[in-house]
């Protein structure tokens, strides 16, 4: 059952820009601390950033800070991660995921991004 889809997804040179997005399927987020995580071929999946409820206070990963931004639409119920100066080394599958006030966290099937040199 797919609970969080995520859009945006692509093939960008190094330097590019990429913006993806995440929505709920058939729920409301706006009450979850909302996250992006990443995998790369044969690593561990590893955290991205951060975007809380209110008060959305926000954290990154070192290997992005700068380059890298989650926000958040609670009226479209989206949430997203604008990624600029991309590098080869941020090639993945990202994946959105979601924390509610009381339950276990919801994950997104993922996206690729893939970033040539």
């Known amino acids: 059952q797919v609970q969080l889809v995520e859009f945006g997804g692509g093939l960008v040179q190094a330097g590019g820009s990429l913006r993806l997005s995440c929505a709920p399927s058939g729920r409301i987020i706006s009450s979850y601390d909302m996250h992006w995580f990443r995998q790369a071929p044969g690593k561990e999946r590893e955290f991205v950033a951060t975007?809380?409820?209110?008060?959305?206070?926000?954290a990154y990963a070192d290997s992005v800070k700068g380059r890298f931004t989650i926000s958040r639409d609670n009226a479209k119920n989206t949430v997203y991660l604008q990624m600029t100066s991309l590098e080869p080394g941020d090639t993945a599958v990202y994946y959105c995921?979601?924390?509610?006030?009381?339950?276990?966290?919801?994950w997104g099937q993922g996206t690729q991004v893939t970033v040539s040199s």
């Open positions: 975007i809380t409820r209110s008060p959305y206070s926000t």
């Open positions: 995921a979601g924390d509610p006030r009381n339950g276990l966290r919801i």
